[in-house]
């Protein structure tokens, strides 16, 4: 895994020109993109190149890593509405091409999402954040490192985290469906972001711990084409910063 320590900007701008100069070799390039705080200013970098007409999604294809169970397309607190209105509204994309894992239609889903992934190449460039306690997607400690899409309870400090996009922490759903562990390993390129402190510690452990169940995010100790991306808060309990 190689590490980077930069600012919030550069690492957006880094990661954007990655995906710009990627899609501009391959039109129909297959992004792995997640929600959250973390890749929201990748997103705002891509509107701007693409309003600057340096990049076209019109044959680009998506498939989010995870959505919340229960909660339609159209509920503003899902992750298909988060896209949509973070990225997909705003550039040329054909909304046919964009893939965001079914929180109703739960079973079909797990059935066909991977081996829709797999039918269109796989992905090409997938964008990770990570949760305070280690998760990747909705991976959480504990997962077997070997899962693929699944139906998981998140757990109290997930549901907390995510509680500031919600009214309530009783509003946070209880359960969600994910891409596994194995699934996001088969990405032939990935970038994690993490900026805060409080990513702080899952990064030290990242560095420091062996891959552990514990730790999902340790899973990518085992990927060779790997970067994360911290800006100097979520690095700062690292020992040695810009290795
Ligand atoms: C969301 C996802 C989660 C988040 C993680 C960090 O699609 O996969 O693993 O990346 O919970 O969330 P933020 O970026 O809001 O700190």
New binding site residues.
């Given amino acids: 895994m190689e590490l980077k320590v930069l600012t919030k900007d550069e690492i957006y701008e880094e990661i954007s020109e990655d995906i710009v100069k990627l899609i501009n070799e391959k039109h129909n390039a297959v992004l792995g993109?997640?929600?959250?705080?973390?890749?929201?200013g990748v997103y705002q970098k891509l509107i701007e190149k693409y309003a600057d007409k340096k990049v076209s999604f019109k044959d680009v294809i998506t498939y989010?890593?995870?959505e919340y169970v229960g909660l339609t397309k159209d509920n503003d607190q899902s992750?298909y509405y988060f896209m949509m209105n973070q990225l997909f509204k705003h550039v040329d994309i054909n909304l046919a091409n964009v893939h965001v894992p079914d929180g109703i239609e739960t079973e079909k889903c797990i059935e066909t999402y991977e081996s829709n992934m797999v039918k269109d190449g796989g992905i090409d460039y997938q964008i990770?954040?990570?949760?305070?306690n280690g998760?990747?997607?909705?991976?959480e400690p504990g997962t077997p490192l070997d899962s693929h899409i699944h139906i998981v309870t998140l757990k109290d400090s997930?549901r907390k985290?995510?509680a500031r996009f919600f009214a309530s922490i009783d509003e946070v759903p209880t359960h969600a469906i994910?891409m596994g562990l194995k699934s996001i390993l088969a990405g032939k390129r990935i970038v994690l972001?993490a900026?805060?402190k409080?990513?702080a510690l899952a990064i030290k452990r990242l560095f420091e711990e062996g891959e552990t169940t514990d730790l999902p995010a340790s899973v990518l100790k085992e990927h060779p084409n790997v970067t994360i991306y911290c800006d100097e808060d979520a690095a700062s309990l690292l020992e040695k910063v810009g290795a």
């Fill in positions: 993109l997640a929600t959250g705080s973390s890749p929201v989010n890593l995870d992750y990770l954040g990570i949760g305070s998760h990747i997607a909705f991976n997930t985290d995510n994910t972001i900026t805060g409080n990513k």
